[in-house]
């Protein structure tokens, strides 16, 4: 079965510096998309980056990208010039295709943002 | 932009009663998704549906039924009520696709519901 693990429960990062959050899933597929989502206080989860497995080019969306390792099933997320408003729970998922797009999430890591 | 909407934000009930959690969404979505979400534990999926009247179960259906008759709502139900389900509920949609084209799914803004 599938699994993702986020084994970082919290971290602290200084303003406009830069921060990696760490997630590793679990899975015999070869064809999978992989997404970190963010839930700020008002708790409306925000999705901010997406990674296609058959795609080696690592994405990224201005401030944030993600460091993609298929063979090790590492996707870790950084966060570039850090800012208070990126404070929130951030959250990895994992889904395998198919109609349904079902996700499988870590446990979420807890990111505060000292000024 | 998508909206879901979830019809209560904060929610408190009684030990035994049957309990109903709305979503509604309005992009014509074939999937939608009802989600539990504790500390530690993250996201763990209860039911999903991915047509109306259709419907299956996700990691911890028990104690949870669900319902689906417009496409644009999906209703989740507890039962009868217990203090182990005191938690923040999510819901979500999404289109469906093929095996090579995926859309990332779309979330309401949660349902924090209190068992007394």
């Known amino acids: 079965a599938q699994t993702v693990t986020q084994s970082q429960p919290e971290m602290s990062v200084q303003e406009a510096e830069t921060v990696t959050l760490s997630c590793t899933y679990d899975?015999?597929?070869?064809?999978?998309?992989l997404f970190w989502y963010k839930q700020p206080p008002s708790r409306q989860m925000i999705l901010v980056i997406r990674?296609?497995?058959?795609?080696?080019q690592n994405a990224t969306e201005n401030r944030f990208s993600v460091n993609f390792q298929k063979a090790a099933k590492s996707f870790s997320l950084k966060i570039s010039d850090s800012q208070l408003g990126d404070a929130a729970m951030y959250f990895c998922?994992?889904?395998?295709?198919?109609?349904?797009?079902?996700?499988?999430f870590g446990t979420g890591t807890l990111l505060a943002v000292q000024p | 932009d998508v909206k879901v909407t979830q019809s209560s934000r904060y929610l408190v009930k009684r030990t035994g009663e049957k309990v109903f959690l709305e979503c509604v969404q309005d992009?014509?979505?074939?999937?939608m998704f009802w989600y539990r979400q504790d500390p530690g534990l993250g996201l763990r999926l209860i039911y999903f549906?991915?047509?109306?009247?259709?419907?299956e179960k996700g990691d911890i259906p028990e104690g949870y039924s669900v319902s689906r008759e417009k496409k644009e709502r999906f209703s989740l139900i507890l039962e009868s009520a217990s203090t182990n389900q005191t938690s923040m509920y999510l819901c979500?949609?999404?289109?469906?696709?093929?095996?090579?084209?995926?859309?990332?799914?779309?979330f309401g803004d949660g349902t924090r519901l209190s068992i007394l």
């Open positions: 979500a949609s999404t289109v469906a696709s093929d095996s090579y084209s995926n859309q990332p799914q779309h």
């Open positions: 992009m014509d979505h074939e999937n």
């Open positions: 990674q296609e497995a058959y795609k080696q």
């Open positions: 549906s991915y047509d109306v009247k259709m419907k």
């Open positions: 998922a994992y889904n395998y295709g198919g109609a349904t797009n079902k996700l499988i």
């Open positions: 899975t015999s597929e070869s064809d999978y998309y």
